[in-house]
């Protein structure tokens, strides 16, 4: 066998090794275990919420099972390939056996990036919320093209969305749109996206064809859990209740459903427009709220320890840009990760973009704690 081949597939086979330690397939297999007992159980559908919750992890986990154990024995079964070319000199099945291992250099480098997710609230949910920023209508449109690119991500991966609130611009695009990726350490994945994105183009909306330069925030939350105890009284609270406006299916507009919420001791305001009802409108702004409560909460106690430690922890605010004109070119501005193709990025392929976040972050953080 080839030298360079020999030293790759021990560098895989170590990788992997590692992944294997940090995940514990011991104790992946008793997880799955149990879940499927719970999954099992006759009245677990009486509470809906939890089942689906249940149902999800399990079906996150068995995935996560299968993965590792593939990986390892494709790993195996390629250097038996390798072999096999090289024991009767055929090409094709050398050719054969080079494609199978570039594709599991590409997937262990992936399932690796998740091992460095150890936050104390990577595994959860993530709430997200897409804003305008400077740059008029083609800053609400970029906004509307953030939020495509993000749920079409979601949408490849098969991971469920619930579209909370959606304040549509007056001329086109998004003033601002809220929603929930439903899938476990999504919140550890997409909290790299937090920040600051701006676009380069030729604008649409301008007659005389002039380049034109936009921005859009994305903030990004953990979705609380019953053990967060967020818990807000009725009397920190300001309910209205308005007529949903935009787009909008069958009643969504024709009934004071949507629901404003002000946290009257932070000034924190959240709506829901996108339910049906007022009653589910409701919960999802109150599942919005307790979500930023949280974040102000971890904020602030991250804040009390920058101060004893003497040092601040911000990262920077504006981290991508997306070029359209002159040239192609999306660029990370933490990581320098560059890609040549914005239409495929907008188009949801983000995966070598999140990776190269969370290596950078897992690197920004490593020093800290030395």
Known sequence: MNADVAADLKALATMLTGIEAVVDIGRLREEVAALED???????????????QVNSRLAYRQGDLRRITGLRQRLDDVEVLYELAEAEDDRSTRAEADTELTELREEISALEVRTLLSGEYDERDALMTIRSEAGGIDAADFAEMLMRMYLRWAERHGYPTEVYDTSFAEEAGLKSATFAVRTPYAYGTLSVEQGTHRLVRISPFDNQGRRQTSFAGVEVLPVTETTDHIDIPDNDLRIDVFRSSGPGGQSVNTTDSAVRMTHLPTGIVVSCQNEKSQIQNRAAALRVLQSRLLDRK???????????????SSWGNQMRSYVLHPYQMVKDLRTDYEVGNPSAVLDGEIDGLLEAGIRWRKQQVAPAAR
Not at 38 to 50: S, V
Not at 302 to 311: F, S, V, Y
């Open 38 to 52: 719970e999954a099992g159980r006759p009245d677990l559908w009486d509470d809906g919420e939890h089942a689906q």
């Open 298 to 312: 971890r904020q602030e106690e991250q804040a009390e320890l920058d101060a004893l430690k003497g040092e601040g």
